[in-house]
């Protein structure tokens, strides 16, 4: 019985303590490229629910970048005009 009460505080610690540590450590973007062309600027960022809004100034005009921050990638456009 001893062991079980042990052995279940065990797993729970290691539980823990990866669901407190997990986030931050795939939280780091690193060097990442967006794909876009030469002359093209980022304006503004902001945090989104699992994603991150990228504004963004290109020759051709203005859009905004949905990029997955883990994989650095971006997963959709905004685009004001056609």
Excluded: F, K
């Excluded at 949905?66 to 971006?74: H, I, K």
């Amino acid at each position: 019985m001893g062991a079980l009460i042990v052995a279940g505080t065990v797993a729970l610690v290691v539980l823990v303590v990866q669901r407190a540590g997990g986030g931050s450590a795939g939280a780091t973007l690193g060097v990442q490229h967006l794909g876009q062309p030469a002359g093209t600027r980022i304006v503004s960022v902001a945090a989104l629910e699992g994603r991150l809004a990228v504004h963004v100034a290109r020759p051709d005009g203005e859009r905004v970048l949905l990029v997955e921050p883990r994989r650095g990638r971006v997963v959709g456009e905004l685009r004001a005009a056609e």
